[in-house]
């Protein structure tokens, strides 16, 4: 039953039941079309014989009736109805009926001009109009029956019908379409079977390759697939488009082969992160340990000097008031990782006062390190478009890692300028470095790298891949430069959108 319907479903199957139904159709619509030309030339024919026994047949009554000095009028016709119809049959019009003016029936040849008066030619006739009747019959009959009105100096004086059998030419016609007919099925026959060839021809191709990739995907369910079916493949070698298709089924399949594996990878990595859940906890940890050192030492040294500083007292009052704001958008930010830089409108801020403020605000730390910020700016405004909470986060995370990985006693350098339409901020220290393989690896979530390098514990690298989505959001972009035992530079870059639109270089 399922080979059954397949046949019926198939390509194959389907273009050849469209090929023969087109081409009964075709073959149908002209042989009416020339039949309807056949007919139409038929009639062209008669109505040229007709005119012709029009002229004729009132020259034969007129001379008639001058010859034996009758009346030119009705009377004269009736009186000599006999002599009319033997003119008329010696000139070969055999079948003739003769009528008065009123349609009063005066002489018949033959009984063919029964009930006469119900033919649309005979009533034409009355009115004084030469008419005819094109009859087809059902055994190749062609008969047409003609009516005339006489009239003589624009006086009808009678009617005459005439009938004739077109039977010899009615045959030719149609002996001409069947001939025609017959000339045509062949010619659709050979036609159709040489398409039947070339669809299969076709097809068989396709059928192979749906063989296949059915094969593929059996094996595919049990984790791989043999590369060597496709030698089972033979119109690789074609010229033409099947050839092309085969070829590009095989890339095709390399191609999927190598994602397989690449899938596979994958999978072995994502079961690693998997596994990695546990350091997850260690960034959440590592991202809020800076405000809340922050937090913590303004508040021992308020403590300390109590309001005797009054100048620490508010300093450290408006650090710690930022600082615990940030900290609440960042748990936030780390619990949904999500791009909220999306749904959040950017505002202009000036990056090169946030960049002050967090050196303000990381200096202490950096002198527990036994390291100290030098900030150099170049002379200008820096205003962006961003969100400075999330600017303000990148540069923290970049300064603590700096202060984290850098030589004790070694300065760690801050710049901020503007080159090629871009506002650059590098921020570089002298340590252990990274090597490449740790560069490529640097900005993905959960990597760290080596805990000895660090001089302090709970780092595992979420701050970097968080800062690159920062960037992300604000179409910039993060790098680093590294080599093992140097320095180590982070530069991030914003587009200098505000004095693009305002012209300036």
């Known amino acids: 039953m399922y080979r059954k319907n397949r046949f019926f479903n198939s390509i194959l199957f389907r273009m050849s039941i469209w090929v023969f139904l087109i081409g009964i159709t075709s073959i149908l619509l002209v042989m009416y079309a020339v039949k309807v030309q056949m007919r139409q030339n038929i009639e062209e024919q008669v109505t040229e014989e007709m005119e012709s026994i029009q002229s004729n047949s ?31 049959n010696r000139a070969g019009y055999s079948d003739i009926a003769l009528y008065n003016a009123d349609g009063h029936i005066l002489k018949s040849s033959s009984d063919h001009f029964i009930n006469a008066d119900k033919r649309d030619d005979f009533q034409f006739a009355r009115k004084r109009q030469s008419a005819f009747t094109l009859h087809y019959g059902k055994n190749n009959q062609c008969e047409v029956y003609f009516t005339m009105p006489v009239s003589v100096m624009g006086q009808q004086i009678g009617i005459i019908s005439f009938y004739q059998d077109y039977y010899e030419l009615y045959m030719r016609e149609w002996e001409t379409l069947s001939g025609m007919l017959r000339v045509t099925v062949l010619a659709f026959g050979i036609i159709y079977l040489v398409i039947w060839f070339m669809i299969r021809r076709m097809v068989g191709p ?21 590369s060597g079916m496709m030698e089972k493949l033979k119109v690789n070698k074609r010229k033409d488009e099947i050839g092309e298709l085969s070829r590009n089924y095989i890339q095709m399949v390399q191609v999927i082969d190598e994602q397989f594996e690449k899938i596979q990878e994958d999978r072995d990595h994502i079961l690693k992160l998997w596994n990695s859940r546990q350091e997850f906890y260690n960034n959440v940890a590592h991202e809020l340990k800076t405000p809340l050192t922050t937090i913590s030492g303004y508040a021992q040294l308020i403590e300390e000097n109590g309001l005797g500083d009054e100048e620490l007292f508010y300093n450290g009052i408006e650090h710690i008031l930022q600082e615990s704001t940030r900290l609440h958008r960042m748990v936030i930010q780390l619990l949904e990782m999500q791009d909220k830089g999306r749904y959040t409108r950017m505002e202009q801020i000036d990056v090169a006062a946030a960049l002050k403020s967090v050196v303000d605000t990381m200096q202490m730390k950096a002198r527990r390190y036994e390291n100290q910020l030098i900030l150099d700016e170049e002379p200008g405004d820096y205003i962006i478009e961003g969100q400075e909470d999330r600017v303000r986060q990148v540069l923290i995370n970049l300064i603590d890692n700096a202060i984290k990985y850098g030589e004790a006693g070694k300065g760690i350098w801050l710049r901020i300028a503007r080159h090629r339409g871009m506002i650059q901020i590098a921020v570089a220290n002298q340590g252990k470095g990274m090597d490449e393989e740790e560069i490529s690896h640097i900005f993905e979530p959960f990597y760290r790298v080596d805990k000895e390098r660090s001089r302090e514990m709970g780092s595992s690298g979420l701050g970097l891949a968080i800062s690159k ?10 790098r680093v430069k590294s080599e093992p035992g140097g320095y180590t530079i982070f530069m991030i870059c914003f587009p200098d959108t505000i004095h693009e639109e305002r012209g300036e270089k």
Request: charged content about 25%; proline content about 2%.
């Open 58 to 88: 009132e020259l034969y009554v007129r001379q008639i009736l001058m010859i034996n000095n009758a009346p030119i009028d009705g009377s004269g016709f009736e009186q000599y109805t006999y002599e009319i119809e033997q003119q008329l």
């Open 206 to 226: 396709i059928r192979q390759l749906g063989h296949i990739s059915s094969d593929i995907s059996e094996h595919l369910k049990d984790g791989g697939f043999d």
């Open 469 to 478: 989505k920062i960037m992300e959001e604000h179409h910039g972009m993060i």
